[in-house]
């Protein structure tokens, strides 16, 4: 079975000068949970707790719950991370207009929502239909909860005005005019985009596009068994603080693969927990953090899976401020990184070099081992001296800001390390400075104000690491890096 096909994603970052690190997502198995009956077949998980199970409020950082959610509910159409392709899921086909603006997605007629019933009988109530799709898209994109993000449905005609709107004025008939999103029939959906995006089929497969029934939606708290609507190829049966259950769908239309007829999903109270709970055994499937990971396979190396994930550390340079206003500085600085350097700061097996924004593992991107070749230490001296700092004679002190969590201040000082070493840079120059996390979001951003007095001033550089919200290479070089409107800023 395979238990989720979800995205780690999270959010975009800044016209970059260096790529530092790849980070990876571990897999392992074996944490301990209640010992179960032989029948039915049962496949034991652990993860922590999910905040949601709401589509439309799942945040990117929640990969419990998207992990569940991709199992729950069907989406237009799946990620296949074997062939790392965009597939049919409900959506059985879809065609593009001839100026890539409007997408019409025809569905399929067999998959039904679900319900479980107070004896445990799971029902079929009704077909998935356009309706529920385009409930899903206005969910997204209303100014009020559940959504927690909505940027990545703004390329829908519509979608921004609609989040930006009086609450009280975001009716049906409000979003018939404003939202491109169009039920041609029952089974036909269509959308309206601003400006043609190839990359929109990798969207869909995000969980605020998948569809939800607005009767059910529309009735408080109704993510919970009994009362819930999944339409998926598990449902959720039971669920409580500590463990959660899902069983086969009866009336998912498509065969299923392999034997496991139930999924057992023990919650930890924290990742601390998984690798002492891994001793005990009895648990098939875990997702871990890099420390958990460690501790496991320094006994069990073979329990231990480890895949590229879709994290980049970027060097950012504010090029407004005089002294990394220089093409040469910021190009001497760049291929003056040692990436061997920084990944020696790191715990073994948490990140792989990187010299290019996308990663492994991109849709539509280059599928190319990462490596060091972005250290060129001849051309970085001698850019410095172009610059008119021979030796890395800085002329003044920089401020090199990145977030205090550890390991990013870790790479912040081999960063410091490896100019040091590779051009000669006095280590005083360059002040190391952690601030908390939002801070160097909005610094990354373009939002740190160099105007407002409360403000401080904005750092000569700055690590990031970024992570979109989906796989397609846009994501990347798009969102993240576009020179007019990239998520991450310069200057």
């Given at each position: 079975m395979r238990l989720a096909r979800s995205f780690t994603s999270p959010r975009r970052v800044s016209i970059l000068l260096v790529?530092?690190?790849?980070?990876?997502?571990?897999?392992?198995?074996g944490m301990a949970l209640p010992a179960q009956a032989q029948e039915p077949v049962a496949a034991r998980v652990a993860m922590l707790a999910p905040l949601t199970l709401d589509p439309q409020a799942v945040t990117p950082a929640d990969t419990s719950a998207q992990d569940l959610i991709e199992n729950l509910f069907i989406g237009l159409v799946r990620h296949d991370p074997y062939q790392n392709a965009i597939l049919p899921a409900l959506a059985k086909e879809w065609r593009v207009s001839d100026d890539g603006l409007t997408w019409t997605f025809t569905l399929r007629e067999d998959i039904p929502w679900v319900q479980v019933g107070p004896d445990g009988a799971i029902t079929a109530v009704r077909p998935v239909d356009a309706e529920d799709v385009r409930f899903a898209a206005r969910r997204a994109c209303d100014p009020e909860p559940p959504n927690p993000v909505t940027h990545v449905l703004y390329v829908i005609e519509g979608c921004r005005i609609t989040s930006s709107a009086n609450p009280l004025l975001v009716d049906d008939a409000f979003v018939e005019r404003e939202l491109g999103v169009r039920v041609v029939d029952a089974r036909t959906v269509e959308f309206r985009l601003l400006f043609p995006a190839p990359y929109f089929p990798a969207l869909m497969a995000l969980p605020e596009f998948k569809p939800v029934p607005r009767e059910a939606a529309n009735a408080g708290e109704w993510t919970v068994p009994g009362v819930m609507y999944t339409s998926g190829p598990w449902t959720l049966t039971a669920r409580d603080a500590a463990l959660a259950t899902l069983v086969r769908n009866p009336h998912w239309p498509d065969a299923p693969a392999g034997n496991v007829e139930q999924v057992l999903v023990g919650f930890a109270p924290n990742m601390d927990a998984m690798a002492p709970s891994f001793l005990a055994g009895g648990v098939d499937f875990a997702r871990v953090d890099i420390h958990a990971a460690?501790?496991?396979?320094?006994s069990q190396p073979n329990a231990v899976l480890a895949v590229p994930g879709q994290t980049v550390i970027l060097l950012g340079f504010s090029a407004e401020l005089p002294l990394t206003?220089?093409?040469?500085l910021r190009r001497g600085l760049a291929l003056g990184i040692d990436r061997n350097v920084l990944l020696a700061a790191l715990p073994p097996g948490a990140a792989l070099p990187a010299w290019r924004m996308t990663p492994p593992g991109a849709l539509s991107g280059p599928a190319s081992e990462m490596d060091n070749r972005g250290f060129a230490p001849d051309a970085a001296r001698a850019a410095l001296e172009a610059a008119g700092m021979p030796g890395c004679s800085l002329r003044e002190t920089l401020d090199l800001m990145v977030s205090d969590a550890p390991e990013m201040v870790a790479l912040a000082r081999a960063v410091v390390e490896s100019w040091r070493a590779n051009l000669g840079c006095n280590p005083?120059?360059?002040r190391v400075t952690p601030v908390p996390?939002?801070?160097i979001d909005r610094v990354a951003n373009g939002t740190y104000s160099t105007i407002r007095r409360n403000d401080p001033s904005r750092p000569a550089l700055w690590l990031y690491a970024y992570t979109p919200d989906y796989l397609d290479v846009n994501a990347w070089l798009g969102d993240g890096v576009h020179c007019l409107y990239g998520y991450l800023k310069h200057g």
């Open positions: 790529l530092l690190a790849l980070a990876v997502t571990l897999l392992f198995p460690t501790a496991i396979a320094a206003a220089s093409d040469a005083a120059a360059v996390q939002p801070t």
